[in-house]
């Protein structure tokens, strides 16, 4: 009768996990701007457009938040991967001397025909906060894939990954916004390494 009554508990419990798996929809917000990034930018001595492709990942699920490690209580959301994508690059190029914009002024001058272009690509991103009882664990993992263009041809490519996890008394918005803000930054530096852009002086 005990026996019965465990199975019993346990196949509520999974169904309850189950059921539970992707109901509650959960968006992580946009990444806040560092402080000096303006400054950063505006020091730097390059030019260097840039295209950030996301559509791989627009209004995917691309991660839970667990309960005990095991259970997905929610889905994860990142409506602004490509604003926080483009935004960590800018940082990362304007620490390598260059200011990549996604939206160049001079794009359309036929007299930058020839300057190097950097076509970005999200090829993977999760992220996830995992409950540890006492603590919580946020972790990101993002890859990229980028390419260097001159006059529309490919002269260099390469593809770079990196991921953040911590520990934290919590793993919501601000948690995992951290780690997905950190796997972005260190996955760009490693990218523009990658692509010899180590330094534009």
Request: net charge neutral; with cysteine; aromatic share 6%.
């Amino acid at each position: 009768m005990l026996r019965r009554s465990l199975c019993g508990s346990w196949a509520i419990a999974l169904s309850l996990a189950t059921y539970l798996t992707g109901c509650f929809p959960m968006e992580v917000t946009s990444l806040e701007a560092p402080s000096g990034l303006e400054k950063l930018i505006a020091v730097s001595d390059s030019n260097l457009p840039v295209s950030i492709d996301t559509r791989g990942y627009q209004n995917r699920s691309l991660g839970h938040q667990y309960l005990l490690m095991a259970l997905p209580i929610t889905r994860i959301y990142l409506p602004s991967l490509e604003s926080d994508t483009a935004m960590q690059l800018s940082v990362a190029c304007g620490m390598r001397g260059y200011r990549c914009s996604t939206n160049p002024s001079n794009a359309s001058d036929p007299s930058n025909a020839r300057q190097p272009t950097l076509a970005i690509t999200v090829t993977d991103v999760s992220i996830n906060g995992y409950d540890l009882l006492f603590v919580r664990k946020p972790t990101a993992s993002v890859t990229l894939a980028g390419e260097v263009r001159k006059g529309g041809e490919v002269v260099r490519s390469c593809e770079e990954s990196s991921s953040a996890t911590n520990t934290a008394h919590y793993a919501f918005n601000a948690e995992l916004q951290h780690a997905l803000g950190e796997a972005l930054l260190q996955a760009s530096y490693k990218l523009l390494d990658c692509l010899g852009l180590t330094s534009a002086r």
